[in-house]
């Protein structure tokens, strides 16, 4: 029943920027931590950014001072604003919420050529 619902991937170039969102259905953001994993091929999916229900965030090294998670309570979404974007930014990015159990979106493709 739980829907995570993400959109604004896309081909863009080094140095620009994309906001990626991700809506949920059925299940509630402001209570719950949840967060963005990216995954490129032949890696391991990673953390990409956290935000908890008290809007405490945490980010991986690599992203650091470009990325940013945000989430507002009246949509029941999330964002991911991306900017700076470098090659290796490349990968399929996950929605994840998490609460007793994890819900994981279907996945949006970014791809940074140089």
């Known amino acids: 029943q739980v829907q995570l619902m993400e959109s604004g991937g896309g081909l863009v170039q080094a140095g620009e920027s994309l906001r990626l969102s991700c809506a949920a259905s059925r299940i509630t953001f402001s209570i719950i931590t949840a967060g963005w994993y990216r995954q490129a091929p032949g890696k391991q999916r990673e953390l990409v950014a956290t935000?908890?229900?008290?809007?405490?965030?945490n980010y991986a090294d690599a992203v650091k001072g470009r990325f940013t998670i945000s989430r507002d309570n009246a949509k029941n979404t999330i964002y991911l604003q991306m900017n700076s974007l470098k090659p290796e930014d490349t990968a399929v990015y996950y929605c994840?919420?998490?609460?007793?159990?994890?819900?994981w979106g279907q996945g949006t493709q970014v791809t940074v050529s140089s």
């Open positions: 994840r919420a998490n609460n007793w159990r994890e819900y």
């Open positions: 935000i908890s229900a008290g809007r405490s965030t």
